[in-house]
């Protein structure tokens, strides 16, 4: 753990990095921590290639600087942090290439957070703890897998890149959680031990973990005689007559006695208007079709 005075010091270790070749520099102290509006100034370092073309959530990113970032133990890895947001650290493996397009400056900005406005498909809410690492303005690219992890976050994550209002949301890694597996090449994914997430990434750009919409429930009154019983909103349901001696339903929605038999009973119509109106949910639909399956069209 650093203390105060090895931060003021951290403006002089990154000035006096051993540059091994024009586009390597490597870390004395492997972990690096700045403040806020503080960042990771590579720009001495940089070194202009042959321009290549990467693709990174459907944006193309030419790139044409890039710089080698070595720790100072084989096989080690440098850690980003920001003093301001303690939950948040990135990791960058011993000899990782990061490449940036034209408008790169060659600064890395550490985690930090940042507005959690933006658009999110799917049955998601909100952003709920969004971050920038990288850079504000351009894509970084890494020719290694990279860490970010978030502690306390659990649940869907997703990204954005600069100039995007979109969330893209991110899939599950492979593996563990100990030893995931990498995402393809410029790709991402996350994984959880139910406390903390890491997300496994080609790229830098902007991150955030989504909430999802709480779970709600209605109910109406069911008369002695059967008839239509809870019809609340929650985990899947079995539906069908309540009638006694009935297969009935399991804590959820149930249909009046068909006195005749019927292709789809009368009941369904409500079951259908529900689905459409987004009261219930794809499984406690098709349970409700199964159960017409299985006792009226067999």
Known sequence: MHSIFSFLLIPLLIAS??????DEVVFQDDEIVLDNDSTLDLSSDLETVTETTETIGGQEVD????????SSQAGGEVILRNTELTTVRAEIPDGTKVSGPTAWNG??????????SGSVTGNFL???SSILVGSPDVILVFDESVTILLSGVTGQTAYKTPGSNN??????????YEAPNDPPANGECSISNGADTKIITFHFTEFTGLSTPPATETSTTSSS????????VGSPRVFGPSSSGSSGGSGGYY???ERQQSVFPTWFDDVTDWYREGKISATEFLNAYQWIIENVLK
Request: charge should be negative.
């Open 167 to 176: 969330w893209i949301l991110i899939s599950g890694c492979t593996g563990t």
């Open 17 to 22: 990095a051993n540059l091994i070749e024009d």
């Open 225 to 232: 005689s059967g008839g239509h019983g809870n019809t609340g």
């Open 255 to 257: 249909g009046p006695i």
């Open 107 to 116: 600064e890395i900005t550490p985690p930090k957070q940042v507005s959690t």
């Open 126 to 128: 909100t952003p709920t």
């Open 63 to 70: 790139l044409n600087k890039e710089v080698t970032i070595v």
